[in-house]
């Protein structure tokens, strides 16, 4: 009778070491809906604040192009008297980029990223920033009171982006001195 207790609990000694790991026995269907679970969660977390801080970056990229606009125009109305009225006259004081690529309006930086950005033309009023991201317009425009003012915007460009992301617009008016740079939060952030 010991003899075979001790066979007994040898073999039980055995079988102890030749379970298998964790790992190996695979989960069960209540794990694997609680993983799918944890994973969605933390996916819906995480991605809202990702997604906004990107807008955020790409946002920067529109607010130093129109600040420099702006800043250049103020230098073209303190030398020559009046508002530029293009590009051409804007880039005696800083150059301007823009993406050239084909469908830039519709798919914005997806198409803009595989091209070379050249130089915005003289006579450009619209065009798309290097990264294509944004559509810039610049205008000149009359306020009541005011007189001619100087209005630069740029808008989100490209797909998903263009409803997601942010404006800024910038304004300056020669009579008043006054210069606004206004960054628009994101509609669904």
Same mark, same amino acid.
């Given at each position: 009778?010991?003899?075979?207790?001790?066979?007994?609990?040898?073999?039980?000694?055995?079988?102890?070491?030749?379970?298998?790991?964790?790992?190996? @026995?695979?989960?069960? !269907?209540?794990? +694997?809906?609680?993983?799918?679970?944890?994973?969605?969660?933390?996916?819906?977390? $995480? /991605?809202?604040?990702?997604?906004?801080?990107?807008?955020?970056?790409?946002?920067?990229?529109?607010?130093?192009?129109?600040?420099?606009?702006?800043?250049?125009?103020?230098?073209?109305?303190?030398?020559?008297?009046?508002?530029?009225?293009?590009?051409? @006259?804007?880039?005696? !004081?800083?150059? +301007?980029?823009?993406?050239?690529?084909?469908?830039?309006?519709?798919?914005?930086? $997806? /198409?803009?990223?595989?091209?070379?950005?050249?130089?915005?033309?003289?006579?450009?009023?619209?065009?798309?920033?290097?990264?294509g991201n944004y559509k810039v317009e610049l205008?000149?425009?009359?306020?009541?009171?005011?007189?001619?003012?100087?209005?630069?915007?740029?808008?989100?460009?490209?797909?998903?982006?263009?409803?997601?992301?942010?404006?800024?617009?910038?304004?300056?008016?020669?009579?008043?001195?006054?210069?606004?740079?206004?960054?628009?939060?994101?509609?669904?952030?």
């Amino acid at each position: 009778m010991k003899l075979n207790n001790k066979l007994i609990k040898k073999n039980l000694r055995k079988k102890k070491f030749e379970r298998k790991s964790f790992f190996e @026995q695979g989960f069960t !269907f209540l794990e +694997f809906i609680i993983v799918v679970s944890l994973l969605g969660l933390t996916a819906r977390l $995480i /991605v809202p604040p990702l997604k906004t801080s990107l807008n955020k970056s790409r946002q920067k990229e529109a607010s130093l192009i129109v600040n420099s606009m702006l800043k250049s125009s103020q230098s073209y109305y303190g030398i020559y008297g009046f508002l530029p009225k293009d590009i051409g @006259q804007l880039s005696k !004081f800083a150059n +301007f980029q823009k993406c050239i690529a084909n469908q830039a309006e519709e798919k914005g930086n $997806i /198409v803009c990223r595989n091209s070379l950005p050249t130089k915005v033309e003289k006579q450009d009023e619209i065009f798309f920033s290097p990264s294509g991201n944004y559509k810039v317009e610049l205008r000149i425009g009359e306020i009541e009171n005011e007189g001619s003012m100087f209005l630069v915007k740029a808008n989100p460009n490209g797909g998903l982006f263009a409803e997601e992301g942010s404006a800024v617009i910038g304004c300056y008016s020669p009579i008043s001195g006054i210069s606004l740079l206004k960054e628009y939060s994101s509609k669904k952030a």
